[in-house]
């Protein structure tokens, strides 16, 4: 099976702040990465698939990058609304892994 | 608009059984692919299950393998999961999601609100 693994796993920023989260995988999955956010209580929000491709409705502050092992998630200007659990999860193979998570608190 | 919502969660005891139902509803059903995925108290998502369109291609987890089962009934637009000889370890929510495409891409814009289930005597 493929891992996944995310850094860090827990991110204290302020409002304003550019955040980076990477997501390495335990072999290449090309570009079959999707990103997840999910708040306290609430279900997943997909915001990146195919690595790179923003989900309709998601703001322009979120943005995707990589391919093969290692992938980064960006946010451009945190904003309140923003303070989240992020997953990641390929989809290159069975079973479809997700990361273990970053938690993205208010400093 | 989509809306999934997930039913037949509950208590039961260890090495029993259970099955999870989605009724799907505001997309043709059959168009698409499916999923269920798990989240344990506290704890990340497990994707546990999905199933291709015409029921032709299915994955599940490894955990999972040889105890659940995922099916679909694409004239009653549902999506079921059989859960035999639960373990403590299954104890989660389970959520039904949508695929982007008919074939098991992964990619899942639209969830449930889930349905909890506790394995425990």
């Known amino acids: 099976d493929i891992q996944l693994t995310q850094s860090p796993s827990f991110l204290s920023a302020s409002v304003g702040d550019r955040v980076t989260i990477t997501c390495r995988a335990s072999q290449g999955i090309s570009s079959y990465l999707a990103w997840y956010q999910q708040k306290p209580g609430k279900a997943p929000k997909l915001l990146i698939y195919a690595a790179s491709t923003l989900q309709s409705g998601v703001p322009s502050r979120f943005s995707g990058s990589g391919s093969g092992t290692e992938f980064t998630l960006t946010i451009s200007s945190l904003q309140p609304e923003d303070f989240a659990t992020y997953y990641c999860?390929?989809?290159?193979?069975?079973?479809?892994?997700f990361g273990p998570g970053t938690k993205v608190d208010i400093k | 608009e989509v809306q999934l919502v997930e039913s037949g969660g509950g208590l039961v005891q260890p090495g029993r059984s259970l099955r999870l139902s989605c009724a799907a509803s505001?997309?043709?059903?059959?168009?698409?692919?499916m999923h269920w995925v798990r989240q344990a108290p506290g704890k990340g998502l497990e994707w546990v299950s999905g199933?291709?369109?015409?029921?032709?291609?299915?994955g599940y987890a490894d955990s999972v393998k040889g105890r659940f089962t995922i099916s679909r009934d694409n004239a009653k637009n549902s999506l079921y999961l059989q859960m035999n000889s639960l373990r403590a370890e299954d104890t989660a929510l389970y959520y039904c999601?949508?695929?982007?495409?008919?074939?098991?891409?992964?990619?899942?814009?639209?969830w449930g609100q889930g349905t909890l289930v506790t394995v425990s005597s």
């Open positions: 199933i291709s369109w015409n029921s032709g291609s299915i």
């Open positions: 999601a949508k695929d982007y495409y008919d074939i098991l891409t992964g990619y899942a814009a639209h």
């Open positions: 505001g997309f043709t059903f059959d168009d698409y692919a």
């Open positions: 999860q390929q989809l290159n193979s069975y079973p479809f892994t």
